[in-house]
């Protein structure tokens, strides 16, 4: 079962499984349809939706038998899988939806077929005779989506060589390459969809638009529209830029207007291997000897005053290397949709995770606190330190360990510095607003900082419903260096956020944020081939993003 699926499993334990009443998930934050490779949804204004041909995800309980997971393998498809349909209704056109997937009752993965008419619209879903309160769904006729490995649109993209080997940091890019891009939701098309489309239907691709952002340039592309194989599946092939190098270098695809979610490939001037991925070299290699690995990250942030503690613990193996993905290169920018928890800060939640314990346990200047472990195994995250004390105390030490440890992962306990706080961003004011289609470049004064460690630019701007209750946040990462005293943040990564929606009491509702690493410290436990603690020191600036 793929990490994907697993909360939902948990969060819609079904009472009567095989006649369950079918209920799509109701609220907006998350939404209960997603488009299935970007997992962003229409609930904010990116121009996000359903595309017109596109495949997409359904979130909600009594969809079928709960111990069941039915796959359409043949042609032609079939409106119907497991006893289970689903409807769209928009234009005063109700159109039935091509099934694909129905996993354990509470989800369904579906093709909206290219004739619905454009527009707001319902959703239902039918099963045993019975069928589903409507859900709204936004149909578009173009908004791409890139899978990724993981399955939650983050991370390491699907994107493979004219071999179809996928790209992961033991498997590089160079400049020059061809690569194949996966994904869904570049526009409708006119043949039949029931079926894969034939060699003169796939000729020239689709008519629409296409642009590839790599790293902080764009590609040539070459071929943008469905692939042979599949209903729905989309591929644009392009070529790696030259001067692009890193393992978790950002790709993202503007369709007609709308861009895409933001994930990364592994791009390398020469071999098959990248140096900059936070597990270290000494692990890359191992993997690249067709070894397993086991690594930890701690990490403790303080971010708009607030502190939080993360870790991950994963397995990774020469097969899932395109698992271990975390963060973004040297002088690049990812941006992230936040109402499926896709937090920019995390590991990405990638490969296989390891049992360390109920909890991490983290104490020092301001007492005790803890990070508990979440229903995915080997993720733990808490918000921590609630009561006015922050991990902003310069040069305290705080330590961390895990009790007698997990299943997988032995005991430990280790201490790290909290670094200087250093100097706040001094061009941007307070409640500045902050344009998404222009470049931004953003200053600060080196000279409190640690000159020898990373540095991270981020930002956030929140989206409210009618009540004013937080609705969804994108935010930004920009790995940089601090040394050079400011980063551009290009347009294209800017355009991702929402726009900055107004608070209670009307002040600005995003923030833009610079913190940097201190030395990250090493430590030992059974089950680990190699353990890491970073922490940082925030400083921050209330904006809004127009």
Aim: net charge negative; proline share 6%; hydrophobic share 40%.
């Amino acid at each position: 079962m793929d990490r994907r699926t697993a909360p939902f499993l948990l969060s819609f334990v079904l009472a009567v499984g095989a006649l369950a009443q079918p209920v799509i998930r109701t609220g907006s934050a998350p939404p209960p349809v997603l488009n299935a490779a970007s997992y962003i949804g229409p609930e904010l204004g990116l121009g996000a939706g359903i595309a017109q041909g596109s495949i997409f995800a359904l979130f909600g309980s009594g969809f079928g038998a709960s111990d069941s997971f039915a796959q359409a393998t043949t042609f032609p498809l079939s409106k119907t899988l497991g006893g289970v349909s689903v409807q769209v209704t928009a234009g005063g056109v109700a159109v039935d939806a091509i099934m694909l997937n129905v996993y354990y009752g509470q989800v369904i993965e579906a093709l909206l077929p290219s004739a619905t008419p454009v527009g707001s619209g319902t959703i239902t879903v039918s099963y045993g005779g019975v069928t589903s309160a409507p859900a709204t769904v936004q149909v578009v006729p173009s908004s791409f989506g890139i899978y990724a490995a993981n399955l939650r649109g983050i991370g390491q993209a699907t994107a493979t060589d004219a071999s179809y080997t996928p790209n992961s940091i033991i498997h590089t890019f160079h400049p020059g390459d061809a690569v194949i891009l996966w994904g869904t939701g570049l526009g409708p098309v006119t043949w039949d969809e029931t079926n894969p489309p034939t060699a003169a239907e796939l000729s020239g691709g689709l008519d629409i638009p296409t642009e590839v952002y790599v790293g902080n340039t764009t590609a040539v592309v070459d071929y943008h529209g469905r692939s042979g194989c599949c209903s729905g599946l989309d591929q644009i092939v392009f070529t790696v830029p030259d001067g692009v190098e890193g393992c978790y270098v950002p790709v993202a695809v503007k369709a007609g207007a709308v861009l895409s979610n933001i994930a990364t490939i592994a791009i390398s001037s020469s071999g098959n291997t990248c140096s900059d991925s936070i597990i270290g070299q000494d692990l890359i290699a191992k993997l690249a000897a067709g070894q397993t690995v086991a690594f930890g990250w701690i990490e403790l942030d303080t971010v708009a005053g607030a502190d939080y503690g993360s870790a991950t613990f994963d397995q990774i193996t020469p097969a899932s290397a395109e698992l271990a993905s975390y963060g973004v290169s040297p002088g690049y920018c990812i941006a992230t949709e936040g109402s499926e928890g896709n937090g920019a800060y995390l590991g990405d939640l990638s490969s296989p995770g390891l049992d360390a314990g109920a909890t991490i346990t983290l104490s020092g200047f301001t007492g005790k606190s803890s990070f508990p472990e979440l229903s995915d195994t080997g993720l733990y995250f808490s918000q921590i330190y609630t009561n006015n004390y922050y991990l902003g105390w310069a040069g305290e030490t705080y330590t961390l360990s895990n009790g007698t440890g997990g299943a997988n992962v032995g005991p430990f306990s280790a201490s790290i510095d909290i670094p200087p706080l250093g100097s706040a961003i001094n061009n941007i004011s307070e409640n500045a607003i902050l344009p998404r289609s222009s470049d931004l470049t953003v200053k600060w004064n080196t000279g409190a900082f640690e000159p020898d460690n990373p540095g991270v630019l981020g930002g956030v701007s929140m989206v409210f419903d009618s009540n004013l209750n937080l609705e969804a946040y994108t935010e930004l990462q920009c790995n940089v260096s601090i040394l050079a005293g400011q980063f551009t943040i290009p347009a294209w990564v800017l355009s991702f956020l929402e726009p900055s929606g107004p608070t209670v009491d009307g002040n600005s509702s995003g923030y833009i944020w610079l913190f940097q690493y201190g030395t990250p410290v090493t430590f030992s436990a059974t089950g680990l081939d190699k353990g890491i603690i970073t922490a940082d020191m925030v400083t921050w600036v209330p904006v809004s993003f127009q």
